[in-house]
């Protein structure tokens, strides 16, 4: 019943029915009834004139029409109608419609009016009331709090405006009853968090008979709906957990031990020493290993993976470590080769400028075995890289990779490689469990000691003078320095021009031989990107302007001043990453947001956090409270996101109690076969296409 197509609905029909569909995705019944209300209208309540609550926002009052006139002139003229009642009289006003109104109203008659309650000149008024003529049985108010649902203009034009559309979901409602609605969580969690029936909840959320009863309802569905997306990600993890073969890696070997006792510069945290222990339990374990490993910016997330990919290779498994973009990778490649000096692993690097002839060399060497470690951008996962035993895969930044990337991974080997995916942008808590809900979570909640926090700055553009001398006295000190211009698009002619005005501008600054300035932006053919790179690395430049193509991972201790140019048209989680570009050095740190001095509020707003805070999980907080669940890097799919009615910023609390009532369950029957999970296993059943079993991406 529920899930008969929508056109079947009494006063749909064909050509409504497709309209539905197109305009609001409503197939079925069951999608009307999933279709909420915005708000409510309380009708229930009639009140008195002379008592009115002056602030409320809407009055529904009685009264005989005492009066009814034009006043003004062409376009201000306004209809006012008077009506009154025991206690006082209120004026009635329409702007529009007034000829009707004008005859459909009838002076000496009793009405029942509701609408919108304004105070004009110190006295109450009701514009564009709604009226209807009284009768007795309307005398206490409707029984509903009326629902106001969204539509389109579309819609309307076909006659389905909100109202039509309660009216519709209200007859819907009268054919429906409970059996239609049978539970679907287990009664202990019923009884433990008070939930009303679902049958009660599907009525009340479209027509409540109070406020109390409305919210009751929106409780429970939004729980529902949050706790089945938990029990859908967690039987993923769980299938994963139980039956999904991996690669043993059962032992550590010398290259994993030579290397932390003899290569590794500094001790690790012990934030990395337990994400090490978890991936090295889910290497052992004969699963595949599906990891998401957060850290904020700087947190030392390369070191963990590099360890990783020794342990495989002690293994004998060869790895593969991805990043986004060749500066990144090159970067990765370096660093690497760098801290493992000497051993005799092999490492090298493939990205899309590798010559042609190093390219073969390099495809052969994965495929003989002797490449331990490949590093590179996607050009690593090409279907012409063959391997002849991956084991271990490191996805960093991991937003910047799709699904379907991912998945070539699979291909590689007779078994998929344990898969570890860094993100660089910190997620909140919230998103995390519900976006990458699928993986196990690993976090790096502690900075490398020795570290001072960055100190950030807010300047408007006049001040640029101010900026530029202080970064001559850093300089003075030793130090190197950003400066960042935005860059929205990659091929947006105009940022270019603005990045390289602002490179002749800070050359101005800065004259040579003084001083030495890199410049790297997108389109710069890679090796002259690298060469940049490299002299602000070897400290031969002092200055390094750029657009973002140095946001993620790029790694250079001596730079202490990072000046963002046009701050105001960042992000606050890619101004998060910027900043994370300084205070890697044991230095003091500055990172200077340079603005317009018009400024919009949310750009206010992030610019005030960004001061505020050094911490990104507090940023990543922010950014999602300011942009919404659907707009933030670091997410997949958006639709794992689109929820009905419940929001993961708001509904906070209640997602964190779904999760925990979700984990119990997949943990101790994930195949809910305990009588009590029986309602659980039968709703996903049930279910169109949202099997319970699905394969896992
Ligand atoms: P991210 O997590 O942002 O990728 P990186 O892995 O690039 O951070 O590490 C940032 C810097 O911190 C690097 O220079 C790295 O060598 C250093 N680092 C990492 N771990 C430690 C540690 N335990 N002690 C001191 N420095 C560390
Ligand atoms: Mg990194």
Request: proline share 4%.
């Amino acid at each position: 019943m529920l899930l008969s197509p929508i056109e079947y609905l009494k006063g749909v029909g064909p050509l409504r029915g497709d309209m539905l569909k197109k305009e609001l995705n409503i197939f079925t019944f069951k999608d009307l009834l999933e279709h909420f209300p915005l708000r409510h209208l309380d009708r229930t309540k009639v009140d008195k004139i002379g008592h009115l609550n002056p602030h409320a926002d809407y009055a529904q009052i009685t009264g005989k029409l005492m009066q009814m006139d034009i006043v003004g002139e062409k376009r201000a003229k306004r209809l006012v109608a008077y009506l009154q009642d025991d206690t006082g009289e209120m004026e009635l006003t329409w702007f529009q419609g007034i000829n009707w109104v004008q005859k459909a109203l009838v002076v000496g008659e009793k009405y029942l009016v509701f609408g919108k309650l304004s105070s004009f000149m110190g006295k109450l008024q009701l514009t564009h009331p709604e009226f209807e003529i009284y009768t007795a049985e309307k005398a206490s108010g409707k029984k509903f709090l009326e629902p106001i649902y969204p539509s389109t203009e579309k819609l309307k034009v076909r006659g389905l405006n909100g109202r039509a559309i309660a009216k519709l979901t209200y007859a819907l409602l009268q054919q429906l009853s409970e059996k239609n609605f049978p539970e679907n969580m287990p009664e202990a969690l019923i009884t433990q968090y008070r939930f009303i029936k679902r049958w009660d909840a599907y009525c009340n959320i479209h027509f409540p008979a109070t406020d109390g009863l409305y919210k009751h309802a929106v409780r429970r569905l939004k729980f529902e709906e949050l706790f089945f997306a938990q029990i859908r990600l967690g039987l993923i993890r769980s299938t994963r957990h139980r039956f999904s073969k991996g690669w043993v890696f059962d032992k550590v070997g010398d290259l994993f031990n030579n290397f932390y006792s003899n290569q590794l510069p500094f001790s690790l945290t012990n934030a990395q020493k337990r994400v090490l222990k978890e991936i090295r339990k889910d290497a052992g374990s004969g699963k595949q290993m599906n990891r998401l490993l957060q850290g904020d910016v700087g947190s030392g997330k390369t070191i963990v993976a590099l360890l990783s990919m020794l342990i495989a290779a002690d293994n004998g498994f060869q790895s593969v470590l991805m990043a986004p973009t060749e500066i990144l990778a090159q970067q990765h490649f370096n660093g690497i080769t760098e801290v493992l000096g000497d051993m005799n692993v092999g490492v090298r690097l493939l990205t899309g400028s590798t010559k042609t002839k190093e390219r073969k060399e390099i495809l052969a060497k994965c495929e003989d075995g002797s490449v331990h470690i490949l590093i590179g951008t996607h050009a690593v996962i090409e279907e012409k890289v063959q391997f002849k035993n991956l084991g271990f895969a490191v996805i960093d930044e991991q937003h910047k990779f799709g699904v379907a990337q991912r998945a070539k991974l699979w291909k590689k080997n007779s078994l998929p490689p344990h898969i570890l995916v860094m993100t660089a942008t910190p997620i909140p808590r919230t998103l995390a469990l519900t976006a990458y809900g699928d993986l196990d979570y690993s976090v790096i909640d502690e900075l490398p000691p020795g570290r001072q926090p960055i100190n950030t700055l807010h300047r408007y553009e006049n001040k640029r003078h101010q900026v530029m001398d202080f970064i001559k006295a850093e300089i003075a000190k030793g130090r190197q320095a950003y400066i960042v211009y935005p860059l929205i698009e990659e091929s947006s002619k105009m940022d270019y021009e603005n990045l390289m005005k602002g490179f002749e501008e800070v050359k101005s600054f800065f004259p040579e031989p003084k001083y030495w300035i890199s410049m790297v932006h997108g389109k710069q053919p890679a090796e002259q990107k690298e060469t940049n790179m490299q002299r602000f690395i070897k400290g031969d430049t002092q200055i390094m302007v750029s657009t973002t193509v140095i946001e993620v991972g790029v790694n250079v201790p001596n730079a202490s001043v990072m000046v963002i140019e046009s701050a105001e048209k960042f992000g606050l989680s890619q101004l998060h990453q910027l900043r994370g570009r300084v205070g890697r050095g044991a230095e003091k740190s500055f990172c200077i947001l340079l603005t317009g001095g018009k400024l919009s509020q949310d750009a206010t707003e992030r610019i005030r956090i960004l001061c505020a805070t050094n911490d990104g999980f507090a940023v990543a907080e922010k950014d999602l409270e300011i942009r919404g669940p659907g707009d933030i890097e670091g997410t997949r799919q958006s639709g794992d996101l689109n929820f009905k009615i419940a929001n993961i910023v708001q509904d906070k609390v209640i997602l964190e109690a779904a999760k925990e009532a979700a984990t119990a369950i997949v943990e101790n029957d994930p195949d809910c076969t305990m009588a009590e999970n029986l309602p659980v296993k039968e709703y996903l059943e049930r279910q169109k296409g949202k099997t319970m079993w699905s394969k896992i991406s």
